[in-house]
Structures are given as C-alpha cells and as structure tokens.
C-alpha cells in the first residue's frame, strides 16, 4: 500500500457478518445481519431478556461472543450467593439442576454470557447474577447463527 491509498475494512475481514444489541432497560436482546450489500445491517429478530439483579449488574460497554458451548457443565462460582460448601462444584451439561439450558456465549473473563433459562418468568427482570437469560430455542437459535467473535453491545 502506497500513502494516501484508502484501505477497505471488509479487505481486514473487520465487517462483521452480525452483531448483537442487549438492550437492558427495555429488556430486549436484538440480533443484526449483514445485507446483502454489505453496507448496511437489518434486524433479523429481537427475543425477550433477564438482566442482572441489583448488585449483580449485567456489564454495560462493548464487547463480543468470546466463546460459544451447547448444553455446557457449569461450576457454581466462588460468590456470595452460593453456600460455601457447595462453591466450585460443577453440574453436568443438561442435568436438570444445570441453570444453563441449551447454549452459552461467553462475553466476559470472569463468566458473563448469554444463556437459556427454563426460569421463562424471569424474562423482562432484573433477576440474574449478571448474566443474560434467554429462551432455551433463542440460545440455541443464536449459538447456530452468531459466530465467536460476533460483536455484542451492552446498553
């Protein structure tokens, strides 16, 4: 490349197929493709979400699908809301007691993602530990269509 020679972002691979809108207060997670012509984004579909519970606030700022599992194992975390004896114990992907239900996307070092939940009426609160809850299908939906490294926007 000479100097002054503009440089196309798709040429990085830097446009991104999809990104992902979690809207907090209107408890909404909405879902973005690629037009056809590359230069514009639609929204494909929108599902109903939980948010973090007070003290356990979902993360707000930008940042993106780290990783992605279906029906993972989950380790009960080293906090305050887990009796002690039972912090670090791992339950088995699909076993009933497992929070997580049909997929996960990892958004954060320390754990926070979006899930399933079969605590339907949980949606449209704030009720989790900071992660995003949605329906089990929208979670298997969006670990089908959203690729690691999806962009994701927090407001």
């Keep these: 490349m000479a100097r002054g020679d503009t440089l196309d972002a798709r040429q990085l691979g830097?446009?991104?197929?999809?990104f992902l809108v979690v809207r907090r207060r209107r408890f909404r997670l909405d879902v973005y493709h690629r037009a056809a012509t590359e230069h514009r984004y639609l929204k494909a579909w929108s599902c109903p979400?939980?948010?973090?519970?007070?003290?356990?606030?979902?993360?707000?700022?930008?940042?993106?699908v780290m990783a992605k599992a279906r029906n993972p194992d989950w380790t009960m975390p080293n906090s305050s809301w887990v009796p002690e004896a039972l912090r670090g114990t791992t339950i088995p992907g699909g076993?009933?007691?497992?929070p997580i239900k049909g997929a996960f996307l990892k958004l954060t070092d320390?754990?926070?993602g979006i899930h399933g939940t079969d605590n339907l009426l949980s949606l449209g609160s704030r009720?989790?530990?900071?992660?995003?809850?949605?329906?089990?299908r929208a979670?298997?939906?969006?670990y089908e269509t959203v690729a690691a490294g999806t962009p994701v926007y927090i407001q």
């Design 127 to 136: 009720a989790s530990h900071g992660c995003v809850r949605i329906r089990p």
């Design 49 to 64: 979400i939980a948010v973090g519970a007070i003290g356990f606030t979902t993360p707000k700022g930008p940042c993106f």
């Design 14 to 18: 830097l446009v991104p197929r999809s």
């Design 110 to 112: 320390d754990g926070v």
């Design 95 to 98: 076993a009933p007691e497992n």
């Design 139 to 142: 979670a298997v939906k969006l």
